[in-house]
Nanobody, 123 residues
């Protein structure tokens, strides 16, 4: 799977952004998708994940209630709608895919990664 993330940018605190990830290659609908983020000097951390059907999602506590992950298998895309952005959400955001049968919070269990897109939230 090749992944291409887009949609990052600069936004004021309280604002919104929508990230998109376009996938190509192997059958997209068979993989679980996730979003991770990495702030300067910090480890890459799990943000959200979604099963192949889209029925099941998992969120990090820090974004629960503010971010929404979704996917359109027909278009081979996964999105992350980010509302109520905070300065601490500033990071490079990566989409990732795993062939595991469950949503993993561990970055090492994701086989495929996009190139990352910068999100900067000003206070």
């Amino acid at each position: 799977v090749q992944l291409q993330a887009s949609g990052g940018g600069l936004v004021q605190a309280g604002g919104s952004l929508r990230l998109s990830c376009a996938a190509s290659g192997r059958t997209f609908s068979n993989v679980i998708m996730g979003w991770f983020r990495q702030a300067p000097g910090k480890e890459r951390e799990f943000v959200a994940g979604i099963t192949w059907s889209g029925r099941n999602t998992v969120y990090a506590d820090s974004v629960k209630g503010r971010f929404t992950i979704s996917r359109e298998n027909a278009k081979n895309t996964v999105s992350l709608q980010m509302n109520g952005l905070k300065p601490e959400d500033t990071a490079v955001y990566y989409c990732a895919a795993t062939t595991k049968l469950f949503i993993s919070l561990l970055r090492d269990e994701y086989n495929y990664w996009g190139q990352g897109t910068q999100v900067t939230v000003s206070s």
